[in-house]
T-cell receptor, first 114, second 115 residues
């Protein structure tokens, strides 16, 4: 049963620390999305990759967030330095090119910054 | 710009009754429309989608949705609700190609099914 795998599932860290979240997309998928979910803002698209190239990261705070795809099986989202307002659930999703194709979500990384 | 509206924060329905969760959209060109469900402390699960063809789309767990182009709506329905359907439901829209090829989500509707 193919699925998107995210690590860590839960992370509690202190303000100012670096946080790295990892995602393994479904094998064969060529698009990867990072979303953030909070009670106040709902689901926000942070970044979007196609064939490992960043297509859109306009939703991501540039000063502290960065997203990369070192290879086709790994996407990373890094926050440095972290702040309490970054506390949220971060979802990775993957799919194939084409607006009609479904994207599939991982179980999320639950981040708490204290 | 594309957008999705879910006008109801919460929908309450008794078990066994039909349910409807509303969604309207705005997009240039033909829309691609999706419904996802999120159970507590879980990721989003795909329920169904409309791409083209028949306006009534059937999906997982007995859910269906009706695409109405004139009303720009894509409401989620189920003939008989179960307590286990209680969850957060998201409607999403995707435009065609280029910069509009993002999947944009609504704010979600919490469905509460009472026994």
């Amino acid at each position: 049963d193919a699925r998107v795998t995210q690590t860590p599932r839960h992370k509690v860290t202190e303000m100012g620390q670096e946080v790295t979240m990892r995602c393994q997309p479904i094998l064969g998928h060529n698009t990867v999305f990072w979303y953030r979910q909070t009670m106040m803002q709902g689901l926000e698209l942070l970044a979007y990759f196609r064939n490992r190239a960043p297509l859109d990261d306009s939703g991501m705070p540039k000063d502290r967030f960065s997203a990369e795809m070192p290879d086709a099986t790994l996407a990373t989202l890094k926050i440095q330095p972290s702040e309490p307002r970054d506390s949220a659930v971060y979802f990775c999703a993957s799919g194939n090119t084409g607006s009609g194709n479904t994207i599939y979500f991982g179980e999320g990384s639950w981040l708490t910054v204290v | 710009a594309q957008s999705v509206a879910q006008p109801e924060d919460q929908v309450n329905v008794a078990e066994g009754n039909p349910l409807t969760v509303k969604c309207t959209y705005s997009v240039s060109g033909n829309p691609y429309l999706f419904w996802y469900v999120q159970y507590p402390n879980r990721g989003l699960q795909f329920l169904l989608k409309y791409i083209t063809g028949d306006n009534l789309v059937k999906g997982s767990y007995g859910f269906e949705a009706e695409f109405n182009k004139s009303q720009t709506s894509f409401h989620l329905k189920k003939p008989s609700a179960l307590v286990s359907d209680s969850a957060l439901y998201f409607c999403a829209v995707r435009g065609m190609g280029g910069a509009t090829n993002k999947l944009i989500f609504g704010t979600g509707t919490l469905l509460a099914v009472q026994p």
